[in-house]
């Protein structure tokens, strides 16, 4: 790097002294002063060394790369999203459709059984009625998703006993009132723990019990030929 004195650098520079003072002042140039004289610091001529083209296209190619694995990673992520989506929705259309299924049961049992008990006008609101709590009270004891249906066909095995069936003493009747204390009990709005109450009240007493039948391993009642208020308070 050489030195020049002021005029020297306006010369050199083909410009003013003014101006090679400005420069000094903005820092584009640098200077010194030896001896109480400024000199104006000049940069060497010399050209800069050029960066390896190698390194360059290095860089470019590990760019290239990584954009094409993370375009890859989106896409299996997407596809992945929208596979989650689908079996959701499968799920949920599983579901619905074994309450819909349920609903028409239970609100078959029912007709059959209010028809008995009932005025005829009276029948569809108390079915109605008795489908719309037994909707609501599954719905606050589980969320629809298919780890419920395991819960629920435990408590169905529990309706279940080891006795054969019994005969009824009214025999040569018509059997249309007979109905499973199960259906009997939603029917009438029991909670849960009073459900279970009386499953265990029947089954205690279905030895001595006449009133008590059994059909297919599971309780069942005539509530329109014997009177059941002794099991079911």
């Known amino acids: ?34 001896n109480g004289v400024k000199y ?13 083209s190698r390194f360059h296209d290095y860089i470019e190619k590990e760019n290239a790369r990584l954009k094409e694995k993370n375009e890859k990673l989106e896409s299996q992520i997407n596809r992945l999203r929208d596979q989650r989506e689908q079996m959701l929705i499968a799920e949920r259309e599983k579901v619905e459709q074994i309450y819909k ?16 008990l009932l005025p005829a006008t009276a029948v569809e609101s108390v079915v109605e009625e008795a489908v719309s709590a037994e909707i609501v009270e599954e719905a606050a004891e589980e969320e629809a998703m298919p780890e419920a249906f395991a819960t629920e066909a435990l408590e169905d095995e529990s309706d279940i006993v080891e006795v054969e069936d019994k005969p009824d003493p009214f025999e040569d009747d018509d059997f249309d009132d007979l109905v499973s ?35 297919g391993g599971k309780l069942h009642l005539r509530p329109y030929h014997y009177d059941y208020s002794d099991l079911l308070e």
């Not at 003013?16 to 400005?22: F, V, Y």
């Not at 104006?40 to 390896?52: E, F, G, I, S, T």
């Not at 299924?101 to 008995?116: G, H, I, P, Y």
Request: glycine fraction near 4%; charged fraction near 40%.
């Open 1 to 34: 790097m050489g030195k020049m004195t002021v005029a020297e650098a306006a010369e050199h520079f083909k410009i003013s002294k003014e101006a090679i003072h400005n420069r000094v002042r903005r820092g584009t140039l640098n200077s010194v002063i030896e």
């Open 181 to 215: 204390l199960k259906d009997f009990m939603k029917l009438k709005g029991y909670g849960k723990k009073q459900r279970k109450r009386v499953k265990e009240r029947f089954k205690a007493n279905i030895e001595e019990d006449s009133r008590i039948l059994v059909r």
């Open 101 to 116: 299924e349920r609903d028409e049961q239970l609100k078959s049992v029912l007709q059959v059984f209010a028809s008995k």
């Open 40 to 52: 104006v610091l000049l940069p060497d001529d010399k050209p800069r060394a050029q960066p390896d």
